[in-house]
């Protein structure tokens, strides 16, 4: 394959590379996305204390997830979701008594609703735009390293010489001619 060839085969599959890479990323946060609430939902299946318990977070100043609290009120709270649960209620209503009583902060993760949906959202948002920045500079800086001209596309030896070959060539042309002066 020619030099000409080649560059012309990167410009095609420049924007191919970019769509491959948005789309890589996806798979890559889906992948990452679908463990992590299979693991809640096998943890349910097992201990339905423990479904409702790691959704939370301790209300004293331990900050640990409720599942894992060793503190006093961690055990009561723990205590308390195994008694509702005994009653017959509901994940969904102890979680909404406990909201109830100590406020939203003890949601390990916002709900996904109104204006908490923005932080579901936007790192997935950002990351897009970041790897899209990321694409449109790397391009434009192989696109400086790389002029668009006549010269740049032909491959060494045919055609117009680059910069790069010009002085190759000149510093070639120097040595050759100071190797003459040193032989005589």
């Not at 060839?5 to 889906?30: F, N, Y």
């Not at 109830?100 to 709900?111: D, F, L, T, W």
């Not at 001209?149 to 117009?160: R, T, V, W």
Request: glycine content about 12%.
């Amino acid at each position: 394959m020619t030099g000409r060839s080649v560059h012309v085969l990167d410009a095609d599959l420049g924007g191919g590379r970019l769509l491959a890479a948005l789309a890589l990323t996806a798979l890559l946060l889906a992948a990452f996305a679908i463990p992590a609430g299979a693991t809640v939902s096998a943890a349910g299946g097992k201990d339905p204390a423990h479904a409702v318990t790691s959704q939370l977070i301790c209300p004293c100043s331990c900050g640990e997830i409720l599942s894992g609290c060793t503190c006093e009120t961690g055990k009561s709270m723990q205590g308390y979701v195994t008694d509702e649960l005994k009653k017959g209620k509901g994940k969904d209503e102890i979680t909404a008594s406990l909201v109830a009583k100590y406020g939203e902060v003890i949601r390990g993760a916002p709900k996904a609703e109104g204006f908490n949906l923005i932080v579901w959202v936007a790192p997935f948002v950002a990351t897009a735009i970041g790897l899209l920045i990321a694409a449109l500079v790397l391009k434009r800086w192989v696109g400086r390293r790389h002029p668009a001209g006549a010269g740049a596309l032909a491959p060494a030896g045919h055609g117009p010489m680059t910069t790069a070959e010009q002085d190759l060539a000149d510093l070639r042309s120097r040595a050759e001619a100071e190797l003459e002066r040193l032989r005589e």
